[in-house]
C-alpha cells in the first residue's frame, strides 16, 4: 500500500474470521504501520484441533470424490456443496440460536434442505485452496512484536474458537496493549458469525478508537 496507494500509516486494521488471522500477522510483521488491531472471530495460535480438524474433513470430502478427479474435473464435484453445508453447520451459527430456530427435526430438516437447494457456485479447486491455505497460520511467535492497541472480538459461543481452551488468555499475556471482549452467547447470537453483527461491538469499538494514541508515521 505505500508504494501502490501512497498509504503511509493506517488508523485501524480490522478483520473478521481469516480476516482476522490476517490482522493479527500484519500488527507483528508491520508493527509500526498501524494505531489499532481488531482481530474478530480469531486467535493468533496455531491452526489445530477441532478448527482444523473440521476443515481437513471438508477437504478430503471433496478430494476423495470421484467426480473431482484428482483436480482435473468437467463439472463440479456434487460433494463440495454437501461439504460446506455441513461445515458451516458444525462450525457456525451457534448452539443456542440453532436450538431457537430449529427446535423439531422438522425444522432442522428444512434448514439443511433450503441451504442444500440454495445457489452455490464455487469452483473445487479454489475452493480447496481456500481452505487449504490456513493448514499452516500461526500468529503467535510475533505477539510480542504487536505495538499498536489490540481489541480482540470474540464470541464464546464461536464453535471454531472456543474460548475454553485458554488459548486467547494466555496469547493476550504476550501483547502489552491488547485486551478482549468477549461477546456473551446468547438466542441472539450465532457462535462464530456472531462478529457478522455490529451491534455487539459497536461501542467497544469506537471507544478504541477515541482512546487508541496516534502513533507516528
Do not use: C
Amino acid at each position: 500500500m505505500k508504494e501502490g496507494l501512497g498509504i503511509r500509516h493506517l488508523r485501524l486494521v480490522i478483520g473478521n474470521s481469516m480476516g482476522g488471522m490476517h490482522t493479527w500477522l500484519w500488527g507483528a510483521k508491520y508493527p509500526d504501520y498501524m494505531d489499532a488491531l481488531v482481530p474478530m472471530a480469531s486467535q493468533p495460535t496455531a491452526m489445530a484441533s477441532r478448527n482444523w480438524m473440521m476443515r481437513r474433513m471438508m477437504i478430503e470430502t471433496i478430494r476423495r470424490d470421484p467426480e473431482y478427479n484428482n483436480g482435473d474435473y468437467t463439472t463440479q464435484p456434487k460433494s463440495m456443496q454437501i461439504a460446506s453445508v455441513f461445515y458451516a453447520i458444525g462450525t457456525n451459527g451457534g448452539t443456542l440460536a440453532f436450538q431457537k430456530a430449529a427446535p423439531t427435526r422438522a425444522q432442522a430438516d428444512k434448514i439443511v434442505d433450503d441451504r442444500l437447494a440454495a445457489k452455490f457456485t464455487a469452483d473445487a479447486n479454489d475452493f480447496l485452496y481456500a481452505w487449504g491455505s490456513s493448514g499452516d497460520y500461526d500468529a503467535s511467535p510475533g505477539l510480542d512484536r504487536i505495538r499498536a492497541a489490540l481489541l480482540v472480538v470474540n464470541a464464546a459461543d464461536d464453535e471454531r474458537n472456543p474460548p475454553e481452551t485458554g488459548l486467547m488468555d494466555n496469547a493476550l499475556k504476550r501483547v502489552k496493549n491488547g485486551r478482549l471482549h468477549l461477546i456473551p452467547a446468547s438466542e441472539a447470537t450465532r457462535g462464530h458469525a456472531t462478529t457478522g453483527m455490529a451491534k455487539f461491538y459497536a461501542q467497544q469499538l469506537r471507544e478504541l478508537l477515541q482512546t487508541a494514541p496516534q502513533r507516528a508515521m
